[in-house]
């Protein structure tokens, strides 16, 4: 088992940055972000695997978002630049059971551990 705690979600204005970080209670393998806005379905955002160092993007965040990991910390990390309205939702950070989900990576059930999410809201 592990818990995961999501923070970084915030209010802010179309253009502006900001960095979700999600704590792990111990190291896992490969994580990704989701997020759900209100009345749509949860949508994968970024996967990172940190044994390959492999990255994969939504292609409505691609070049503007960024996903890393601190190994050290059992931190995940997401930067999110240049943010649009269109970015508003709770954002969640997942961690699989078993090995790295590689072929369905942004699919939200090929995890099994989440948090309980950060709010990100953006404005026009």
């Known amino acids: 088992q592990v818990q995961l705690v999501e923070s970084g979600g915030d209010s802010v204005q179309a253009g502006g940055s900001l960095r979700l970080s999600c704590a792990a209670s111990?190291?896992?393998?490969?994580m990704a972000w989701f997020r759900q806005a209100p009345g749509k379905e949860r949508e994968g955002v970024a996967f990172?695997?940190?044994?390959?160092?492999?990255?994969i993007y939504a292609d409505s965040v691609k070049g503007r978002f960024t996903i890393s990991k601190d190994n050290a910390k059992v931190t995940l990390y997401l930067q999110m630049n240049s943010l649009k309205p269109e970015d508003t939702a709770m954002y969640y950070c997942?961690?699989?059971?078993?090995?790295?989900?590689?072929?369905?990576?942004?699919?939200?059930?090929?995890?099994?551990?989440w948090g309980r999410g950060t709010q990100v809201t953006v404005s026009s």
């Open positions: 997942a961690a699989p059971s078993g090995g790295c989900p590689r072929l369905r990576p942004l699919v939200w059930n090929s995890y099994d551990h």
């Open positions: 111990r190291v896992t393998v490969c």
């Open positions: 990172i695997d940190p044994f390959t160092s492999q990255t």
